[in-house]
């Protein structure tokens, strides 16, 4: 799938609602996804539920997502459509 990117704002606030933290933000995949691992180029599957952390931001368009190891180690860098990423939310949203 390509996606065209668009251009990136100037004003922050135009970002992706992502930006609201101004901190690395983690996110699982919601489908599986064939990609190549970052330094062999080697084809590998992330699946859904991968956790990875947005790294840049394209509008509310796409995300570029690192995926790395426990020890911090990359082996997969994507841009992705922003519906193919679930926000997780670290505090209360609401109050009942």
Request: aromatic fraction near 6%; charged fraction near 25%; charge should be negative.
């Amino acid at each position: 799938m390509d996606i065209k990117l668009p251009a990136i704002p100037k004003d922050p606030k135009a970002l992706h609602p992502l930006s609201k933290s101004r901190r690395k933000i983690c996110q699982p995949l919601q489908g599986d996804r064939e990609t190549t691992h970052f330094e062999t180029g080697e084809p590998i599957r992330l699946l859904k539920g991968q956790v990875g952390t947005v790294v840049m931001e394209y509008g509310d368009e796409a995300v570029e997502v690192e995926f790395a190891n426990n020890d911090g180690t990359t082996f997969a860098l994507e841009t992705l459509p922003c519906d193919a990423v679930l926000l997780l939310h670290y505090e209360i949203l609401q109050t009942a």
